[in-house]
């Protein structure tokens, strides 16, 4: 049976771009936190392919990954960033939070700002009442603070130049009201539905309202 140095030598040692592909897919799947520096390292590799394979194995991994992650934002390229910001975003820790508010507001990089914004709709927070249980540097008052930030940035995208941006902000919206976060976005969906003039964006909003109905 491989050994996790053994697959993350077999990374270092590729030599051809199908090479990597395969010793990352192989990495990728030990799902093991001891991968975490080289699959992040191999998103810097100019390899799409194996960067997409790496970001997914740093997903499954978990809130273990978190840490690294938010460590390689500030030392990476933008198209590394983009990988970061997305496994961050899926993974949903609420440690990443500032980091996702940051790009989702003021990246100069579309795909990464369109990464972080649907990224706050997937904050699990639940991880922080578990936290908040754990006597671990939250509050109550400090959690219902970030719901309101989250909110206050998202309402703040959805006027956005940028039509994807806005409705990457829908998809965020639409992603809380279904996480049974207790967060209510309706209004919020409904204001932006009044003055939304870009048709697929008004499509989506329609989209998340009618399922908002269905489950009330």
């Known amino acids: 049976m491989n050994t996790i140095d053994s697959l993350i030598e077999a990374v270092e040692q590729t030599r051809t771009p199908t090479e990597l592909i395969h010793a990352a897919q192989t990495l990728a799947d030990s799902h093991s936190a001891l991968a975490v520096p080289s699959l992040i390292a191999i998103l810097g590799y100019e390899n799409l392919a194996a960067a997409s394979i790496a970001t997914c194995g740093l997903v499954s991994i978990g809130r273990s990954a978190v840490e690294p992650l938010m460590a390689a934002v500030d030392r990476c390229d933008y198209d ?56 671990l540097h939250w509050s109550r008052e400090a959690i219902g603070t970030a719901q309101d930030r ?7 995208l959805l006027d956005d130049r940028d039509w994807s941006m806005r409705y990457a902000a829908v998809v965020a919206l639409d992603a809380i009201a279904a996480s049974n976060s207790g967060i209510n976005v ?24 009618q399922k908002q109905l269905v489950t009330a």
């Not at 048709?199 to 989506?204: E, G, I, K, P, T």
């Open 80 to 135: 590394a960033k983009t990988y970061i910001v997305r496994a961050l975003a899926a993974i949903g820790d609420p440690r990443s939070l500032d980091i996702l508010l940051e790009c989702a507001e003021t990246d100069c990089t579309p795909s990464v700002r369109r990464a972080a914004i649907k990224g706050l709709g997937n904050v699990r927070w639940h991880w922080l009442t578990q936290d908040l249980e754990q006597d």
């Open 150 to 156: 989250v909110l206050r940035t998202l309402r703040f």
């Open 186 to 209: 309706f209004n919020i969906l409904k204001v932006a539905q009044a003055r939304e003039s870009d048709l697929s964006v008004q499509a989506r909003i329609r989209t998340a309202l």
